[in-house]
């Protein structure tokens, strides 16, 4: 593919891939799992799972992404021996990519409502449960988000994509650091760090580890081909293990920074640090009511919470369009065109799904229209893509060890070692196995 557009720089292609990780899952996921799970001892788990499996899978995913040259939706067939059938799972990552939008672009309008509200001045009334149960507040900012993701888009990568990411990553960044560092002066500050930072190892067990691999997946966006398409609009000066340690570094002082304006604050107001989901959300816009010039404090979060979730909206979008463009040849307009209905009309489901379409309660009761399209993303499409991403790679039924290595090793970097073999072949795939059956089980209360 001669024609296949690049991003302009190496920074550009580090902060668009750390953009389409650090998102949500990062700020808002990362900081209520930490509290339920304990606190410092869930970091410990955490960080293991990204080093043990996350480097691996990203790994894997950018190399396959580099060698393919082509959109998640036509990768496995590229690279496969004549006769094999990896090629489905290209379809189902086009499915999880829209799932992941059908309820991440809602999370991203209730993030961008908040801004808003901080910024007009008008947020003393924010009510987590209030605007939940308001369908014009849900679709409107909802669409906001869909639209202006697909606006930018249109307009291609270099020009659209890798510009605009470039700024909001870096602004992103400085606004947590000024962030943290004044949590850091509030009076909780001390118990607050201590509770996130010094481990209590007999907290760990097997729902903390399934907890931790689910994070470090969703995190990354693992194994729906989100990262491997970054990887096919790369050269090959850089060997993939470099890029995916710089990735995931940037990823993890992310979610780091997140707890660091979080817990201190917690601690010194008094809020419950194990609140679930509505921690952002409620403990956030308490503490900016508590604060002197809280409205400034408040504006300037939520809008990095924007930056932070707009970053891999566009990730995202960015991946349907290529996958829908290469299987059906359409210009990049038209791609933008009907993908933003297609997502539009099936974000609708979530935007409703807290008012008038209340009712419908999937999987268990009190379950939402979100819980559903959350728990086919982040409990199935996740860890089983990544499993098909280490089994395609590190076997000779799928593209082989040996072209893997190739790929992976192309330019200069951090490389794959042949002794790191069997944790690519063995390791990766029986824990992702085990923990994936354990979760499931766990999930549906077989265990308890």
């Known amino acids: ?16 891939s750390a953009g389409c990780a650090i998102g949500c899952g990062n700020v808002w996921k990362f900081p209520w799992m930490c509290g339920q799970y304990g606190g410092g001892s869930f970091m410990v788990v955490y960080i ?5 499996l996350g480097l691996p899978v990203l790994t894997m995913e950018f190399a396959i992404g580099r060698a393919a040259q082509t959109s998640p939706a036509r990768m496995f067939q590229t690279l496969e021996k004549p006769g094999q059938k990896w090629g489905f799972w290209g379809y189902v990552s086009l499915l999880a990519n829209i799932a992941l939008m059908a309820f991440y672009t809602v999370v991203t309008g209730w993030i961008i409502y908040y801004f808003v509200k901080f910024l007009t001045g008008s947020y003393e009334l924010l009510g987590f449960g209030t605007m939940l149960s308001s369908p014009s507040i849900n679709v409107g900012y909802m669409l906001i988000a869909v639209v202006s993701a697909f606006v930018i888009l249109s307009f291609g990568l270099q020009k659209g994509l890798e510009r605009v990411t470039k700024v909001m990553m870096i602004a992103l960044l400085f ?4 962030l943290s560092v004044h949590s850091l002066t509030l009076s909780g500050a001390k118990e607050g760090l201590k509770f996130y930072l010094v481990p ?9 580890i399934v907890g931790a691999m689910n994070q470090a997946f969703f995190t990354l966006s693992l194994g729906i081909g989100s990262m491997a398409i970054f990887g096919s609009y790369i050269n090959k000066d850089h060997s993939l293990m470099g890029e995916a340690t710089n990735v995931i570094i940037l990823d993890t002082f992310v979610a780091v920074l997140a707890g660091l304006i979080m817990f201190p604050a917690c601690f010194s107001f008094g809020l419950q640090v194990d609140a679930g989901p509505s921690l952002l959300f409620n403990t956030m816009a308490s503490v900016f009511n508590n604060m002197a010039g809280g409205r400034w404090w408040g504006s300037l979060f939520f809008l990095f919470m924007v930056f932070a979730a ?25 791609g933008c065109l009907v993908s ?3 997502v539009a009309v099936l974000a609708l489901t979530t935007a409703l799904g807290f008012n008038v379409l209340s009712n419908f309660q999937p999987i268990k009761e009190g379950n939402s229209w979100l819980d559903l399209w959350d ?21 000779k039924f799928g593209w082989g060890w040996d072209k893997f290595l190739e790929e992976a090793n192309a330019g200069v970097g951090m490389k794959v070692r042949n002794w790191m073999k069997p944790i690519f072949r063995y390791f990766v795939p029986v824990v992702i196995a085990f923990l994936y059956i354990y979760g499931m089980l766990d999930y549906f209360g077989m265990l308890s």
């Not at 209590?200 to 903390?208: A, H, L, P, R």
């Not at 707009?310 to 038209?334: F, Q, Y």
């Open 175 to 178: 606004l947590l650091v000024v």
């Open 340 to 342: 933003g209905i297609v």
């Open 375 to 395: 728990f086919f993303v982040s409990n199935n499409a996740l860890p089983l893509g990544s499993l098909i991403f280490a089994l395609f790679c590190c076997n």
């Open 310 to 334: 707009m970053s891999t909206v566009l990730a995202v979008c960015e991946n349907i369009l290529a996958m829908v463009c290469d299987l059906t040849g359409w210009s990049r307009k038209k």
């Open 200 to 208: 209590d190892f007999s907290k760990i067990n097997g729902s903390v």
């Open 1 to 16: 593919m001669g024609n296949r557009e690049r991003l302009g720089s190496r920074l550009g292609f580090i902060l668009l």
């Open 48 to 52: 293991l799972c990204l080093i043990l």
